[in-house]
């Protein structure tokens, strides 16, 4: 396949990167700023390009041509309710035009339903310092819900371990689960998974350690 990956230069975007070109798959990273990226270039059937994840046209250019889209853009020099709502819309419409029909998201455990069937940001006792990017990831997950697209938005089911490497695969959630940790190299193969052979369809989805 020939896929793009939107934020390729942070952890999750990175290990997706890494995934899907051990899986063979021939890799567009689209990034801010190439020249800081210079590990990704040296990887082979990896094409490194700027590109503005929150521009349509933008997305179009650089999407052109593939088959499937995975976004792990963030932008915390941003408010992340402009940031995610920006970045949802053009992928919409950006991946529409370029012909491409599926997009996987990198999602956030706190807006999605844990054990008590509400928001884990709304669940006593959990943290909510951050309470203003939760509000960002949840309305970019709103504007997703008003396109055509075909998406998946997958989250870990608590966080990610920042520190750990690969330690056994993942699985799906029923819930969220504030505790519950997995790698970015665990993570990542659920995203090309779920861009290779989509079993979710406008759908969110929690994902732990198996």
Known sequence: MNIVIFGAGGRAGRQAV???????????????D?????GLAELTG????????????????????????ISAAVDLT???????????????A???????????????????????????MDEPGYPN???SFYLGHAAGLDELRTGDLDWAYVAPAGDFDHEGGPVGGYRFAEHGDPGSRITYADFAPALVDEAEAPSRH??????RKA
Request: hydrophobic content about 45%; aromatic content about 4%; glycine content about 12%.
């Open 18 to 32: 890494a995934e899907a070109r051990r899986r063979g798959h021939r890799v567009t990273a689209v990034v801010r």
């Open 34 to 38: 190439p020249g800081a990226h210079a």
């Open 46 to 69: 990896v094409r490194v390009v700027a590109g503005d994840v929150t521009d349509a046209a933008d997305v179009e250019r650089v999407a052109v041509g593939h088959d499937a889209a």
């Open 78 to 92: 941003a408010r992340p309710g402009e940031f995610f709502t920006a970045a949802s819309r053009a992928l919409t």
């Open 94 to 120: 950006g991946l529409a035009e370029a012909g491409v029909g599926r997009l996987v998201v990198v999602g956030l455990a706190s807006i999605l339903p844990g054990a008590s069937g509400v928001p884990l």
């Open 129 to 131: 310092e951050y309470r």
């Open 202 to 207: 406008r759908e969110t989805v929690s994902v």
